[in-house]
C-alpha cells in the first residue's frame, strides 16, 4: 500500500482551504473532498447568507449539508502519512521577495494570509485556523499581512500601543500614558482613528471637488487650445488672401505700368524712325545732287558746264532746314522715379502698420478670465523690471541707477540730439514694451507724474500734445503732497485716498485694464481705468522741479 501511495499525487489528498493532507476528510455532494472543520469554518462564514457553496466549484446548496467522515478517503490518508509524504503546496504559495512570510511555517516558508496585532505574528491560511476557530483568539486583532508589526510595539515597554497621544502626536502603550505621557491629551487609536477618518474622509471630499474643477478647467483649456489653433489657422489663412490680393493689385499695377511704357516706347520710336527715314531720303537725294554738281565742275568746255550747270533744277527749300535740339537723355527715367516714389510709399506705410499688427499679434486675448490679483503677493507674479530709455530723456532730466532713476535738479544737461527726445516736457520713456500683464512699483519724491504712454506720442511739440495726460495717447496719475490727479486726452479727474511715496501700476492691456495702487501695508486702489489700447505701451514720468522717480526692483 506504501508503494502505491508514494505513486500517487499528494496534492491529491490535500485540502484545498489548508493546503495540508486531508484532516477528518469529508466529501460533499458534487464530489469534492476537505477537511471538516475547514469546510465547517467556510460555511459560517457564509452563515450570513444563508448560502453554502462548495469551495472549488462554487455549487450551492440551499440548506447546509450534514458533513460525515469519508471513513475511505481518511485510511487512504493515514497510508499516506505512514510513506512520509505530505501535500506540497505550489511554488507560488511559497514567500518570496517582497512577501510576508508565516512566522510557523519551518524550513521553506508559506505566505502569511493574516498578521496578528496581539500576537505580534503573521500566520499562513493553515496556520491561522486555530485564531478563526478557536474562542481563545477571538478578540486578537487580523489585519493583512504586514511586515511592520515592530513599529506597533512601544520600544519602551515592549507593549503594543494601542493609544494616541494628541499632545505630542504619536503612538503610546498604555503604560506611557501612566509614565512619560501623563497628564497628556490621551486617546484611543480607534477614537484618533475615528477622527482622523473624517479628516481624511474630508480632505478626499475636497481633492475630489478640486479634481472635479481642474478637470472642467481642463476640458476649458483643451476647448481653447482648439479654438486659438483654428482662430490662427484662419488668421494665417486670411492674411494669406490679403496679401495674395494686395500682390495681385502690385502685379496689375506693374502690368499696366510696363504696358504704358512699351506702348509709348513703341509710339515714340515710329515717330523716329519715320523721321529717320526721312532724313536718310534727303541725305541720299542731297548726296546725289553733290555728285551731279560734283561731275559738272570737271567739264572742260566751258560753254558745255554753262549749259549743264544752268540746266539744273533749283536746290529745294526743306520745311525742316533747322538742325534738330539735342535734349537730356531723360527718356523714362521720370516713371523709374515715380515708381520708386511709390515704392518707398508703400515700405513708408508697411513700417508704421507692422509695429502695430506686431502688436496686436502678440496681444491676441487668449486669456482664461483669470482672477485680478488681490494681494501684493498676486501682483508681484506680473512684476517688470523696466528700464528708461536715455534716447527720450529730457535735458533738465538726469537718469541714474542704471536707468532705473529719474531726477530734476533744474540742470542741462548734455545729451545729444535725437528725434525721440522730448524737448518741451520734463518727461522719459521706458526702453520696454510692455506686453501681457505686468505690475511695477515706483518711489518718488515731490511732483511726479506716473503715466504709460503709447510710442508714437509726439515728442517736441506743444504741451498739450506731448505733455503726458493732456492728449489720447498717454494716460498719467499726477502725485503730489497735497493730491493725486488723474489725466487723460485733457481730462482731469480728482483721486480720493491717503497718500502714499510709493505707486503701483498694474497693465493687462489685452483686457484694456490700467490700475494705480498705493503700496504701503496693503494695496489700495487709487485709480482704475477701463478702455481699448491700440498700440503698444511703455511706461512713463513726468517729473517736476527738485523732484524725482524710481522704478523698484522687485
Request: hydrophobic fraction near 30%.
Amino acid at each position: 500500500m506504501a508503494q502505491s501511495g508514494a505513486q500517487l499525487d499528494p496534492e491529491t489528498f490535500s485540502c484545498c482551504l489548508c493546503l495540508d493532507l486531508l484532516k477528518d476528510p469529508v466529501t460533499t455532494s458534487c464530489g469534492h473532498n476537505y477537511c471538516k472543520m475547514c469546510l465547517q469554518h467556510h460555511w459560517d462564514l457564509e452563515e450570513v447568507r444563508r448560502v453554502y457553496s462548495c469551495p472549488q466549484c462554487r455549487r450551492s446548496f440551499t440548506t447546509r449539508p450534514y458533513l460525515e467522515k469519508n471513513i475511505m478517503l481518511a485510511a487512504l490518508v493515514e497510508n499516506l502519512k505512514k510513506t512520509g509524504l505530505q501535500a506540497a503546496p505550489a511554488d507560488h504559495c511559497y514567500a518570496g521577495a517582497g512577501d510576508v512570510a508565516c512566522d510557523f511555517c519551518t524550513g521553506r516558508k508559506l505566505k502569511a494570509f493574516k498578521s496578528c496585532l496581539v500576537c505580534r505574528a503573521s500566520y499562513c491560511d493553515s496556520h491561522l485556523q486555530p485564531h478563526l476557530r478557536s474562542l481563545t483568539f477571538q478578540r486578537h486583532k487580523l489585519v493583512d499581512p504586514t511586515q511592520e508589526l515592530q513599529e506597533n510595539i512601544c520600544p519602551r515597554h515592549d507593549e503594543v500601543m494601542k493609544m494616541f497621544c494628541r499632545t505630542d502626536q504619536q503612538m503610546i502603550c498604555y503604560l506611557c500614558s501612566v509614565d512619560e505621557h501623563k497628564g497628556h491629551d490621551t486617546v484611543s487609536a480607534a477614537a484618533e482613528r475615528t477622527e482622523r477618518q473624517r479628516e481624511l474622509e474630508m480632505t478626499r471630499q475636497e481633492i475630489q471637488q478640486r479634481t472635479q474643477h481642474k478637470e472642467e478647467d481642463l476640458k476649458v483649456l483643451q476647448k481653447e487650445v482648439k479654438s486659438i489653433n483654428g482662430s490662427a489657422d484662419k488668421a494665417v489663412k486670411d492674411s494669406e488672401d490679403i496679401f495674395t490680393q494686395m500682390i495681385r493689385v502690385l502685379e496689375k499695377r506693374r502690368c499696366e505700368v510696363q504696358h504704358q511704357v512699351r506702348s509709348t516706347q513703341a509710339a515714340e520710336v515710329s515717330r523716329v524712325e519715320d523721321l529717320q527715314k526721312k532724313l536718310e531720303q534727303e541725305i541720299t537725294e542731297l548726296k546725289r545732287r553733290d555728285a551731279e554738281l560734283d561731275k559738272i565742275s570737271h567739264t572742260l568746255d566751258h560753254s558745255q558746264f554753262l549749259h549743264n550747270f544752268s540746266s539744273l533744277p533749283a536746290l529745294s527749300q526743306s520745311p525742316d532746314s533747322s538742325r534738330l535740339e539735342i535734349r537730356p537723355l531723360r527718356y523714362f527715367e521720370d516713371v523709374t522715379a515715380a515708381v520708386s516714389k511709390l515704392r518707398d510709399k508703400i515700405q513708408e506705410v508697411l513700417m508704421e502698420t507692422q509695429t502695430h499688427i506686431s502688436w496686436t499679434v502678440r496681444n491676441v486675448d487668449v486669456s482664461l478670465n483669470e482672477p485680478e490679483p488681490r494681494s501684493r503677493e498676486d501682483f508681484l507674479r506680473y512684476s517688470r523690471q523696466i528700464t528708461l530709455d536715455p534716447n527720450t530723456v529730457n535735458y533738465q532730466l538726469l537718469l541714474t541707477e542704471e536707468d532705473r532713476k529719474v531726477t530734476n535738479r533744474g540742470r542741462f544737461q548734455s545729451y545729444c540730439d535725437h528725434p525721440d527726445r522730448f524737448t518741451d516736457c520734463y518727461q522719459v520713456l521706458s526702453r520696454e514694451s510692455l506686453t501681457g500683464r505686468c505690475y511695477w512699483e515706483v518711489e518718488r519724491t515731490g511732483k511726479v507724474g506716473v503715466a504709460v504712454a503709447y510710442r508714437n506720442i509726439i515728442r517736441p511739440g506743444s504741451l498739450r500734445e506731448s505733455e503726458f495726460g493732456f492728449n489720447d495717447k498717454s494716460w498719467s496719475l499726477f502725485c503730489s503732497s497735497g493730491q493725486h490727479q488723474f489725466y487723460h486726452n485733457n481730462i482731469r479727474m480728482a483721486v480720493l485716498g491717503s497718500k502714499s511715496s510709493r505707486v503701483g501700476v498694474y497693465l493687462d492691456p489685452r483686457a484694456g485694464l490700467l490700475c494705480f495702487y498705493r503700496v504701503s501695508g496693503t494695496m489700495k486702489l487709487l485709480h482704475r481705468v477701463q478702455t481699448t489700447f491700440t498700440q503698444p505701451l511703455h511706461a512713463g514720468f513726468w517729473v517736476g522741479f527738485e523732484s524725482s522717480a524710481e522704478l523698484m526692483k522687485l
